[in-house]
């Protein structure tokens, strides 16, 4: 008898909550459509994908020369024969130069930036050829950085990004225009100063 009661009580239970729970209530999906797949690779792979560049770029040179010449000689006239031969002493002179010259040249520089550039092409062996560019404009000085390289698919991270030291053929180029970049070219007095001399 305990266990029939038992049963009904848990039969009614349930009928309440069947009762209880909103009509047209239905199981709907944590991912959508719009989200993506998760198993979906979302790195670039085709012509007009985003891929952003680290640069981190640092070089220095350095060039050393040294010359080292040295010459010497000597010249001796001892009394002639007949009538000069007592009157002409014996006259002799030496003579030496030298030079030594060292100099040595450094040149270095170095890049730090992000860039987000396309994929602009994707060659026939799958590697992605990227190309883009990036102005900043601050206080009237225009900064420009262009990219261009070959870079491997395997390469790119997950994020879709890359630093550039694993672009081939890279040509980073960094031009400034604007009052600070006007300083930095020499004057018209200061390159006739060179032309001339």
């Keep these: 008898?305990?266990?029939a009661a038992r049963k009904t009580i848990l039969i009614a239970v349930c009928i309440f909550f069947a009762?209880?729970?909103?009509?047209?209530?239905?199981?709907n999906s944590l991912w959508t459509e719009a989200g993506g797949n998760?198993?979906?690779?979302?790195k670039a792979s085709e012509v007009g994908?985003?891929?952003?560049?680290?640069?981190?770029?640092?070089s220095q040179a350095t060039q050393k020369a040294l010359t080292q010449t040295k010459k010497s000689g000597s010249v001796g006239v001892g009394p002639g024969l007949g009538i000069l031969s007592n009157v002409l002493p014996e006259i002799t002179?030496?003579?030496?130069?030298?030079?030594?010259?060292?100099?040595?040249?450094?040149r270095g520089g170095s890049l730090e930036a992000k860039v987000t550039v396309q994929v602009a092409e994707v060659l026939p062996n799958g590697n992605l050829f990227l190309k883009g560019s990036q102005k900043i404009i601050i206080n009237g000085e225009e900064q420009?950085?262009?990219?261009?390289?070959?870079?491997?698919p395997e390469d790119i991270r997950s994020d879709n990004t890359v630093l550039s030291t694993y672009v081939a053929n890279a040509k980073?180029?960094?031009?400034?225009?604007?009052?600070?970049?006007?300083?930095?070219k020499p004057g018209i007095l200061t390159k006739l100063f060179h032309w001339l001399f």
């Design 144 to 152: 420009n950085i262009q990219v261009t390289g070959v870079v491997r």
């Design 49 to 58: 994908d985003l891929v952003t560049i680290i640069i981190v770029e640092e």
């Design 93 to 106: 002179g030496s003579g030496e130069d030298s030079m030594n010259a060292s100099g040595t040249t450094t």
């Design 172 to 184: 980073i180029t960094y031009t400034g225009e604007g009052p600070i970049g006007d300083r930095q």
């Design 19 to 27: 009762l209880a729970l909103p009509v047209g209530a239905a199981a």
């Design 1 to 3: 008898m305990a266990q």
């Design 38 to 42: 998760l198993f979906l690779d979302t």
